[in-house]
């Protein structure tokens, strides 16, 4: 399988890296929205939201909790941050390894 986030998990291609555990890890996107934009990726390929289960309920936490500790650790945590994963077409998703964009460090625009 050739998956980018993958490779990025596994050490054959380099990332940017802000944090890692034994699930996740968060690294900056190549191409930031924001001063501050990072991915927080489980290591474990899963493509979307889609193909989660009851058994990833503490994952998804998890990576919500790992998106407190960056904002606190990057700066942002009191100007404010946004969490957001796309998926799927619609979605806007590019890469099919599910991830969570962490984005702060300017005004976001609302939603529309
Ligand atoms: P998506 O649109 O799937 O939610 O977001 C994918 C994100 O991954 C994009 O913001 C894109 O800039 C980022 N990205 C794609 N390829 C790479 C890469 O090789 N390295 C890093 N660090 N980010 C990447
Ligand atoms: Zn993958």
């Known amino acids: 399988m050739d998956c980018i986030f993958c490779a990025i ?4 291609i380099p990332g940017d890296m802000v944090y890692e555990d034994d699930d996740v890890v968060a690294f900056k996107d190549i191409n930031p929205k924001a001063p501050v934009h990072v991915l927080i990726v489980p290591r474990r390929h899963v493509r979307s939201v889609n193909e989660l289960t009851e058994e990833d309920a503490g994952l998804i936490g998890h990576i919500c909790l790992v998106a407190r500790r960056l904002a606190h650790e990057l700066g942002v945590a009191q100007s404010g941050y946004r969490i957001v994963s796309n998926n799927g077409p619609d979605g806007g998703q590019e890469v099919d390894h599910l991830h969570v964009h962490l984005l702060g ?3 976001m625009r609302a939603l529309g």
């Not at 998990?9 to 054959?12: D, F, K």
């Open 105 to 107: 460090g300017r005004q």
């Open 9 to 12: 998990v596994e050490g054959s």
